[in-house]
């Protein structure tokens, strides 16, 4: 079981979180580092004291918590009942997700198989038309579908499960409603199924967010099925998403001369299940054990105890043994002699801090300063 978090606790994850200088990434970096984000809250603020790191204020997080009550949203943390349960295996999973919807009916959700269903926006006729007889019949077999609110297919699938079961995985903030001609079919949602988001309220939708959501709906379900899907588009780059985290994929054939089959003629030649109806989807279903994530483990170490004078000294040690010539992070620490726990924090510090750049091959070198 994950431990319950404190009140305190989940708002220093929420400003941790919606701090501008801080992903998914850096978080669970911090978390790994000091055990808890009161404890990195704390580090940032009053041992870096660097202008670059502004960690979110109160009043924006007061701001975002009203906001959320007043259209019954909620947040949900990496260890809370309603966060999906396969999510939490991923690469950086969301430290925290937005809620709207019926969280009894949800959380039951998490006892059956779920399908990510995704497809091309400009979906044919025969796409939507395939799209409805799959989600009904996956529905009838208690199969729960995710999509992206999207137009064409993600839209059809909501549509057609929503009597079995559905939950939608949006870009934008929890409030946003994208496409707005999707408005009544987001109320649907809400209603008896369940909405999430990894955006802070009121983010209108943005290109560079739709691969953050992506891997949500990639990462929350059993198994991704792609209906029509162009050779360069976000369907194709959800199901990669799916194959990374060892997901089964689905594709559904097409023509070789139409452009929205490219991408799922792609994934079947490279090992994708064919699938033509959802027997092909049922009968390969696998169930997922879920593995609590192993940042939550009481027993990794934590600078938290280790004396602000040694980490001082060891901060020095760092900076005076880099140079602007990369050297990889196991050079340093051998260089260095301290212990890699320590060193990994403090590069961490210093790279928030714009001190040092972290590169590809676990390299490390000085910042240029500007």
Same mark, same amino acid.
């Given at each position: ?58 009043? +924006?997080?007061?701001? /975002? ?18 966060? *999906?349960?396969?999510?939490? @295996?991923?690469?950086?999973? *969301? ?68 009597? +079995? ?32 988001? /990894?955006? *802070?309220?009121? +983010? ?60 799922? @003629? ?17 009968? @390969? ?6 593995? *609590? ?20 000294? +060891? ?56």
């Amino acid at each position: 079981m994950l431990s319950k978090l404190s009140k305190n606790e989940k708002i220093a994850r929420l400003k941790l979180v919606r701090t501008e200088s801080i992903g998914p990434s850096k978080f669970w970096e911090l978390m790994d580092a000091y055990g808890n984000a009161e404890v990195a809250i704390g580090k940032l603020s009053k041992v870096l004291k660097n202008p670059n790191i502004n960690v979110c204020d109160d009043d +924006t997080i007061d701001k /975002e918590i009203s906001n959320m009550r007043s259209i019954g949203a909620r947040f949900v943390f990496f260890e809370d009942d309603l966060y *999906p349960p396969l999510l939490r @295996n991923i690469p950086d999973p *969301p430290p925290v997700l937005s809620f709207v919807g019926n969280k009894e009916r949800v959380l039951s959700f998490f006892q059956r198989n779920m399908i990510s269903v995704v497809g091309a926006r400009n979906a044919s006729i025969h796409a939507i038309k395939f799209c409805e007889i799959l989600c009904k019949n996956l529905g009838t077999s208690n199969v729960v579908i995710v999509s992206g609110l999207a137009r064409g297919v993600d839209t059809s699938a909501h549509i057609n499960s929503l009597e +079995t079961g559905t939950i939608a995985i949006i870009a934008s903030g929890i409030n946003i409603i994208y496409p707005q001609e999707n408005a009544k079919l987001y109320s649907d949602i809400v209603k008896n199924n369940g909405i999430f988001s /990894e955006m *802070p309220f009121n +983010t209108a939708p943005q290109p560079q967010l739709f691969p953050r959501r992506n891997r949500i709906i990639a990462g929350i379900s059993n198994g991704t099925a792609v209906i029509e899907a162009a050779e360069q588009s976000g369907s194709l780059i959800t199901a990669k998403m799916a194959i990374d985290y060892n997901r089964d994929v689905f594709a559904v054939p097409g023509l070789p001369l139409d452009p929205r089959s490219v991408g799922c @003629n792609k994934l079947i030649k490279e090992g994708a299940v064919l699938i033509q109806s959802a027997d092909d989807i049922l009968d @390969n279903l696998e169930s997922k054990k879920v593995i *609590p994530n192993q940042l939550f483990d009481d027993k990794y170490p934590s600078l938290a105890r280790v004396p602000d004078k040694d980490i001082e000294r +060891t901060r020095k040690k760092i900076l005076d043994s880099l140079s602007f010539i990369p050297i990889t992070i196991d050079e340093l620490i051998s260089c260095i002699k301290v212990s890699p726990q320590e060193v990994l924090t403090i590069l961490l510090e210093l790279e928030l801090a714009n001190k040092i750049v972290r590169l590809h091959g676990q390299r490390v070198c000085l910042a240029v300063e500007s």
